[in-house]
């Protein structure tokens, strides 16, 4: 029986972030998440998505833009 088709879809967009400070090294869908303290609840909300049987989960990790302008933490340095 394929519960995928009974089931609703719930997409969770989290963040690269959620891979942690791991300076070098260019990261894979398949590497494991290593979050600081300050974003260890995104790694936990993301797992108690995927444990659900209730619903289809999905969790989408999309990464930085990084451009000549200096990209998102540019623009967070200059809002702040």
């Not at 997409?11 to 974003?39: F, H, M, N, W």
């Not at 659900?52 to 540019?74: A, C, K, N, Q, S």
Request: glycine share 12%.
């Amino acid at each position: 029986h394929n519960h995928s088709a009974t089931r609703k879809r719930f997409i969770y967009t989290s963040g690269c972030l959620t891979y942690g400070d791991q300076p070098g090294k260019v990261l894979a869908e398949e590497d494991p998440a290593l979050p600081g303290p300050s974003r260890q609840w995104r790694l936990e909300l993301e797992n108690e998505i995927l444990a659900e049987t209730r619903i289809e989960g999905v969790v989408l990790r999309p990464g930085f833009v990084y451009g000549g302008r200096g990209g998102v933490p540019h623009t967070f340095t200059r809002l702040y």
